[in-house]
T-cell receptor, first 115, second 114 residues
Framework: ETGVTQSPTHLIKTRGQQVTLRCSSQ?????VSWYQQALGQGPQFIFQ???????GRGNFPPRFSGLQFPNYSSELNVNALELDDSALYLC??????????????FGPGTRLTVL | DAKTTQPPSMDCAEGRAANLPCNHS???????VYWYRQIHSQGPQYIIH???NNETNEMASLIITEDRKSSTLILPHATLRDTAVYYC???????????????FGQGTTLQVKP
């Protein structure tokens, strides 16, 4: 059983550019959630995808968008990058969105730096 | 906003029990208490969760007060590798429109010392 993987590990972009981050969910999991973690803060929920549909969104602007593919892997896209987008981006997979035993398993994250 | 309150930092001697408190005085009847930890530069790791009964697994024990307004995570024999930020989270576990999203606060930074 493979765990959650993310790519790339690190990324440097300049303000105004666009970025795509990727996540492969744990085997058998159909739900992926994305979180943003600024330095020194706890992770903040961006959105969740369940069976290829968006299933909830946090307080993030529309320039943050995502996709989930039939194999349940996922992408996070951020357009018009701003300096404040510099953060660790985490994805977490789970078996179905909710349920008392559906704990979320996190990947190692992608460290995005916007200059 | 996070619905939990935790001390910002704690120290523990290696080999001793680490007791991490969490206050969740506004918890609802259908909300579970979850604990995650995050070792530096890694993704958060699930530890344990419970509703109202005490729970134990290979990593830790969770003690929830009878009124469910607070809980304590216990690492029975802390090691240096347990140094991490520990997050206490309350989460609704059921509901057709529920994302089960995790709302993280600042957590408690546990430093295990030799």
């Amino acid at each position: 059983e493979t765990g959650v993987t993310q790519s790339p590990t690190h990324l440097i972009k300049t303000r105004g550019q666009q970025v795509t981050l990727r996540c492969s969910s744990q085997s058998g999991h159909n739900t992926v959630s994305w979180y943003q973690q600024a330095l020194g803060q706890g992770p903040q929920f961006i959105f969740q995808y369940y069976r290829e549909e968006e299933n909830g969104r946090g307080n993030f602007p529309p320039r943050f968008s995502g996709l989930q593919f039939p194999n349940y892997s996922s992408e996070l896209n951020v357009n018009a990058l701003e300096l404040d987008d510099s953060a660790l981006y985490l994805c977490a997979s789970s078996l179905d969105p909710a349920g008392s035993y559906n704990e979320q398993f996190f990947g190692p994250g992608t460290r995005l730096t916007v200059l | 906003d996070a619905k939990t309150t935790q001390p910002p930092s704690m120290d523990c001697a290696e080999g001793r029990a680490a007791n991490l408190p969490c206050n969740h005085s506004t918890i609802s009847g259908n909300e579970y208490v979850y604990w995650y930890r995050q070792i530096h530069s890694q993704g958060p790791q699930y530890i344990i969760h419970g509703l109202k009964n005490n729970e134990t697994n290979e990593m830790a024990s969770l003690i929830i007060t009878e009124d469910r307004k607070s809980s304590t995570l216990i690492l029975p024999h802390a090691t240096l590798r347990d140094t991490a930020v520990y997050y206490c989270i309350v989460r609704v576990a059921h509901g057709s429109s529920n994302t089960g999203k995790l709302i993280f606060g600042q957590g408690t930074t546990l430093q295990v010392k030799p």
